[in-house]
């Protein structure tokens, strides 16, 4: 059970998250929605507490976990996949298990790391540098080690935005297993709204730094939904078994709510640690 | 169960692929420390006397057997402690600088890049103008300015990241910053001196290993020692950092802390090098690329590849300061770049790959 309570992050004299409240199940996949700048990826880097926020985390039971504790039951997968550098595929999947490396890298670490490659078919990159891949492909290297991390709770801004259609869906697949197996948590900042309705158990959607809307796919997305959150007239029709298409047909007037804060691009300086 | 077996088949390849790359790049790092302990022989043997190479390596490897006292006399108290000193100094500046290059994300760094050396200058140059001397230790004058200054020169930097941030941005701004400030009061001493004091000062500034005794290399080599230690402790947290800021966070990292650690380690290192040898350049820069060209980004073995290589280049140099000007030691800082610029080109030129 991941449990927020009075979740706030200021940026600055700016609020970006304003007392958000929710709590997940073990196992289940949850999507968060929401224009540009609306606080999904502050959300998740609150929880995962890469940046200073107010309020109370607590994981499997009611003690509030403190930032500089989060990070062993905590893995957050960040948007940009454009760092790099020529470390190699399988030195980036090891640094996933930080903790257990010593100077020398055990045989079943190998083999651990060497199996989640294997698992998303990029066992012949091993040894490629991050430079010699493609973004799509590093965006798989990062999620195969946020897994390999064996985390309880998972955080994954925008995990699909480098990806074709057909690793969109694969690796989507490949986290709901994951969840479902392990009994992880995992929330994922997604645009497209089709595949967030098709994977996800439960949406969260934001508007600024507020849940407007919290619910199963299902019960939550609706055509004035999609206005308030976006600013589009859309579309949405129930295809096989159920599952919801979503078509954006057009945009409709600018929305002064979705423009992103502005700050300072060095706050908020202070730092926390999951030593 | 055909599925399972082939998937086990290709787990089996890729541990293969990566244990592969892994007894590579120890290859090179075993190779590294052969071609140092060559280097090691030959900079011994060079020099104004003649010496055999047999009765070098008797007094290296049996001193109390040796046959000649005069060549004992010679390798152990001139040559030794100069060659010791150049690997010490090599390896002091290499470490900093792939560290340097580490922390602040940036291919161009080095130890010189925040400024410590300029102020380790500065330093030596105010005591050399002012005839200062330290009471009982007289000798030691210079080293000992050279060495504050330079942790002044960190603690100013160090004051001013924590205050405004420790990115690499603010530390390289602040660093370069201190490196002008204190270029410039070294200019201002070097216009304010006598001719023979300038001279003097011009001369440590060039840097060499004339100046080497087994207490220099005995300090600059626990320094070094200890660094290695310390650094060696968190060689996965830094090349974490080679993922970037928010990744190195998203691990588990405090990268602040680091950043901060590593740091002060590497201002220790470049004032424990330059103390006592002068300010020699290039070497904290060219030896990490040469490193990382051979091993990669796995601190484990690219941080003491880096320290064998800077020792390279160092005591490559030194052998080049001997026999340049026959009778004559031109001073070693003149000479590194003159060493590493074509050892680095032939790398470039030989590599198919980008490295950073």
């Known amino acids: ?52 926020a107010k309020g109370e985390i607590s994981i499997s039971n009611d003690l509030p976990v403190m930032p500089q504790q989060r990070g062993s039951s905590i893995a957050y997968m960040p948007q940009d996949t454009g760092a790099t550098s020529s470390l190699t595929v399988i030195e980036v999947i090891l640094l996933g298990r930080l903790r257990s490396l010593g100077l020398q890298v055990s045989q079943s670490l190998q083999t651990a790391a060497s199996g989640i490659l294997t698992g998303f078919g990029l066992q012949t990159l091993e040894t490629r540098t991050l430079d010699e891949i493609s973004g799509g492909q590093r965006q798989l290297v990062y999620l195969a080690q946020s897994l390999f991390r ?104 600018t929305r002064q709510a979705s423009a992103p804060p502005k700050y300072r691009r060095s706050e908020p300086r202070e730092e926390w640690s999951g030593e | ?128 103008l002012f005839g200062l001397q330290l009471p009982f230790l007289p000798d030691f004058t210079v080293p000992v300015a050279a060495f504050a200054m330079a942790g002044f020169a960190c603690l100013l930097v160090y004051g001013f990241a924590h ?77 974490a950092l080679r993922l970037g800021d928010e990744r190195a966070r998203s691990l588990g990292i405090n990268v602040h802390r680091l950043r901060l650690k590593i740091f002060v380690i590497v201002s220790l290192l470049t004032a424990g090098a330059v103390a006592f040898v002068g300010t020699i350049g290039f070497i904290g820069l060219v030896a990490p690329h040469i490193a990382r060209m051979l091993v990669g980004e796995d601190q484990r073995l690219l941080m003491p590849l880096s320290g064998i290589m800077g020792a390279v280049v160092m005591v490559g140099a030194s052998i080049v300061s001997k026999v340049i000007s026959p009778g004559a030691v031109v001073p070693i800082g003149i000479v590194t770049a003159v060493v590493g610029v074509p050892f680095l080109f032939a790398l470039i030129l030989a590599g198919k790959k980008r490295h950073w």
């Open chain 1, 1 to 52: 059970m991941l449990k927020v309570s009075g979740l706030c992050v200021d940026y600055g004299p700016v609020s970006v998250l304003k007392d958000l409240a929710f709590s997940l199940e073990p196992g289940s996949f949850t999507a968060l929605l929401g224009a540009n700048g609306t606080g999904k990826s502050s959300l998740l880097k609150g929880i995962a507490g890469i940046i200073p």
């Open chain 2, 1 to 128: 169960m055909l599925e399972i077996e082939l998937i086990m088949t290709d787990i089996s390849q890729t541990i293969g692929t990566y244990r592969q790359l892994v007894t590579r790049r120890f290859h090179w790092l075993a190779s590294a420390g052969i071609a140092l302990a060559a280097i090691v022989i030959i900079d011994i043997l060079v020099g104004p006397a003649f010496l055999n190479i047999f009765d070098v390596l008797a007094s290296l490897v049996l001193p109390e057997t040796a046959s000649d006292p005069m060549v004992y006399i010679i390798v152990h108290t001139i040559r030794l402690p100069m060659t010791m000193m150049a690997i010490t100094v090599g390896a002091s500046l290499g470490i900093a600088g792939v560290q340097m290059q580490t922390i602040l994300g940036n291919p161009l760094a080095s130890p010189y890049t925040l400024g410590f050396s300029a102020a380790a200058g500065f330093g030596a140059a105010l005591t050399i």
């Open chain 2, 163 to 239: 205050i405004r941030g420790v990115t690499a941005e603010v530390m390289i701004l602040a660093g370069i910053a201190t490196l002008f400030l204190f270029q410039s009061l070294q200019s201002l001493i070097q216009y304010l001196a006598s001719p023979e004091v300038l001279q003097e000062i011009v001369f440590w500034l060039f840097g060499s290993m004339l100046k080497a005794t087994w207490f220099s290399v005995s300090v600059s080599g626990g320094i070094l020692l200890i660094s290695v230690l310390v650094l060696a402790m968190d060689s996965w947290k830094l090349t």
């Open chain 1, 150 to 253: 064996n985390p309880k709770i998972l955080l994954l801004d925008e995990p699909t935005a480098a990806l074709d259609l057909r690793h969109q869906l694969i690796v989507l697949d490949r986290v709901v297993n994951h969840c479902r197996k392990n009994g992880t948590i995992a929330i994922a900042a997604m645009h497209d709204l089709s595949l967030a309705a098709k994977c996800a158990d439960r949406l969260i959607c934001m508007s600024q730094g507020k849940i407007v809307a919290d619910g199963a796919p299902d019960k939550v997305l609706s055509a004035p939904l999609i206005r308030k959150l976006y600013g589009v007239e859309a579309d949405i029709v129930a295809g096989h078994k159920g599952v919801l298409h979503i078509t954006p047909l057009k945009a409709v007037e």
